[in-house]
């Protein structure tokens, strides 16, 4: 199928205005390496409120970034909506004021580039509320990657009614096989089912994130390797922060419980950083876990697949339905390792291809997870449908799949 004539524009949804953000290898970057793998042109626009005219940056995936201006003088005047910085980034008062303003700039970059097609990489974000003003100038998708939606009033009736003008726009909605969302797309938001696409958010670039020798992995990080070495990528929250997206503090927790179980010997390594680094620190110190627990803070991207390698299973500490979510999951799974993290309902299937889910209850949390973690065969069995798994998340297979998409919606 001849699709040279597409030229794909990704717009990032998500409020990303710290530069940091901009080194991180998102699912969307990862889109954009696939699409120019097979020829395409690839842009990915970052809504900021840290700059007052949009900057240019080439991503080492080898496509353009624009932080675009997330203020506009005539309706989201920067004077008024200073940004002030907090310890996660910038922030600002009236944040809704932003979403309007963004689209304006959208449109003026979007026309100077003759975008074909946007990507928003989320409908839950206030960028992308407003996106039906930009609708009859340029054809747009949406994604939703993936975590729960709101399910108690008023919250959910607000979210509703300020997404639905632009899920009506949007000539397609994307989304994986998440049971949930797609209910609350069809009959909370009336979405037809003619216009969702089936596509996995997280995919993975296999050259990278390959199993290394197991052995040499845990000798390079210092790994024991007598014991269950228990590996957790993961951003940390505050601990009260509502409605956790994700919850390493119920995770230590059932570790606690483990490790004061009979048997072989488990210790947790957690990669990663938040703005509850500091107190998760301090939480693993008063339920007396220092022993068994090292924090790792950043680790390289590019280093991951040797932390996955060098353990032998990966705790994601999120609420799942399914193990399909999440970028940590499929890097796992690429990498032969399995993975397990908590029931978003108490009714989904403990057993999962490449893994399992367990209670998001202390109690009954750590016993599921106590018998199946000090179980090699089994770890070892999973590790082995996880790896099968992970050829579904694959740069070729997103790139062929959003290539489909688009020229679909461009046909139409």
């Known amino acids: 199928m001849n ?59 080898g496509h353009e970034v624009k932080r675009v201006p997330a203020h506009n003088a005539l309706i989201a005047p920067r004077g008024l909506l200073r940004s002030r910085s907090y310890e996660g980034g910038l922030t600002t008062i009236f944040r809704q004021m932003l979403g309007p303003a963004f689209t304006l700039n959208l449109q003026r970059e979007a026309r100077r580039d003759g975008v074909a ?67 609350s797309l069809v009959h909370g938001l009336c979405v037809p089912l003619r216009k969702l696409e089936f596509f996995n958010a997280p995919i993975v670039d296999s050259r990278v994130f ?36 994700k919850d390493p503090y119920l995770m230590l927790d059932i570790m606690k419980q483990v490790c004061g179980q009979r048997g072989e010997e488990v210790v947790l390594y957690v990669a990663g950083w938040g703005v509850g680094f500091d107190e998760f620190r301090e939480y693993i110190k008063e339920r007396g876990m220092e022993e068994h627990v090292h924090l790792l803070g950043m680790v390289d991207h590019q280093k991951l697949p040797v932390y996955y390698s060098a353990c032998d299973l990966v705790f994601l500490p999120i609420r799942l339905e399914k193990l399909n979510e999440g970028s940590v999951t499929i890097e796992a799974f690429a990498c032969r390792r ?22 998001d209850n202390v109690s009954r949390g750590s016993q599921g997870f106590g018998v199946r973690v000090r179980d090699k065969g089994y770890l070892e069995e999973k590790g082995r449908e996880g790896i099968l798994m992970a050829q579904q998340f694959t740069l070729q297979t997103a790139g062929k799949r959003l290539e489909e998409v688009y020229t679909k919606v461009l046909r139409f």
């Open 210 to 245: 390959h199993e290394h020798d197991k052995a040499e992995a845990q000798s390079s990080l210092g790994f024991d390797q007598s014991v269950r070495n228990v590996l957790c990528v993961s951003y940390i929250p505050p601990r009260h922060t509502l409605e956790l997206a």
């Open 3 to 61: 699709v040279g004539f597409v030229v794909t524009e990704l717009l990032d949804g998500r409020f990303v205005p710290w530069e940091k953000c901009l080194e991180w290898e998102s699912y969307l970057d990862l889109y954009c390496l696939a699409l120019r793998e097979r020829g395409h042109t690839c842009v990915k626009y970052v809504p900021s409120i840290g700059v007052s005219r949009t900057e240019s940056y080439m991503h080492k995936f």
């Open 338 to 359: 399995p993975v397990v993290a908590f029931k978003r309902h108490t009714t989904d299937d403990e057993e999962q291809q490449g893994g399992f889910l367990v209670e």
């Open 117 to 183: 097609i946007l990507h928003y990489s989320s409908y839950y974000s206030l960028f992308f509320t407003p996106a039906f003003l930009i609708s009859e100038m340029i054809p747009f998708v949406t994604q939703y990657t993936g975590g729960a939606l709101p399910q108690t009033e008023p919250s959910r009736l607000i979210w509703q009614l300020s997404v639905l003008p632009s899920l009506k726009s949007s000539n397609a909605v994307l989304l994986g096989d998440y049971r949930s969302e797609k209910r």
